[in-house]
């Protein structure tokens, strides 16, 4: 299982581009890269996940270099609601025999 | 997406009696589910592995006579808390593996003891 390395902690400010960057050095072949959020006294809620490249959805963008030896989660525009705890993941979600090994995470607070 | 359910959402027990968790798939059947702890400020820890049918695999120093997994349907997986003590007060978290194994996590459990 490959791990994880998050900065502890980041703040930003309401209206802005948030980007936090997770490093994964022995990332394998068939690993994906995954990233939840969790509030306070909540279960963690899936963000976004992907092989390669740049991978964007409604919330969020993912950018993952060649070598995938790290990637970058983007949040565009935060708000307060989006104080939470992040949590990059790398893990082969093509196998049935793969579990989720969680990091530190990366505690996120948003100011006015 | 598919919804994973926990109950109860919070229970308040003794010391030295047992606590019951349940973990259900709302609306996918799960093979294999998973159990994990987290403690205040803390990263989630993972427990168990639960399969369907089969007895849980423990991940290393968590006490597979503390902690009973049993993974009666494709459904629901269970988290017996076994004779639980103040340090058990945490917040239980269970997932569950989808058809295309992503995993799906429950809103845990704060198990409190007194």
């Known amino acids: 299982l490959a791990k994880t390395t998050q900065p502890i902690s980041m703040d930003s400010y309401e209206g802005q581009e948030v980007n936090i960057t997770c490093s994964h050095n022995n990332i394998a072949t068939n690993d994906y890269i995954t990233w939840y959020q969790q509030f306070p006294s909540q279960g963690p809620r899936f963000i976004i996940q992907g092989y390669k490249t740049k991978v964007t959805n409604e919330v969020a963008s993912l950018f993952i270099p060649a070598d995938r030896k790290s990637s970058t989660l983007s949040l565009p525009r935060v708000s307060l609601s989006d104080t939470a705890v992040y949590y990059c993941l790398v893990g082969d979600e093509d196998s049935s025999a793969s579990k989720i090994i969680f990091g530190s995470g990366t505690r996120l607070s948003i100011r006015p | 997406g598919a919804v994973v359910s926990q109950h109860p959402s919070w229970v308040i027990c003794k010391s030295g009696t047992s606590v019951k968790i349940e973990c259900r798939s709302l609306?996918?059947?799960?093979?294999?589910m998973f159990w994990y702890r987290q403690f205040p400020k803390q990263s989630l820890m993972l427990m168990a592995t639960?399969?369907?049918?089969?007895?849980?695999?423990?991940e290393q120093g968590v006490e597979k006579d503390k902690f009973l997994i049993n993974h009666a349907s494709l459904t629901l997986s269970t988290l017996t808390v076994t004779s639980a003590h103040p340090e058990d007060s945490s917040f239980y978290i269970c997932s569950a593996r989808g058809y295309y194994n992503e995993q799906f996590f429950g809103p845990g459990t704060r198990l409190t003891v007194l």
């Open positions: 609306d996918f059947q799960a093979t294999t």
């Open positions: 639960s399969n369907e049918g089969s007895k849980a695999t423990y």
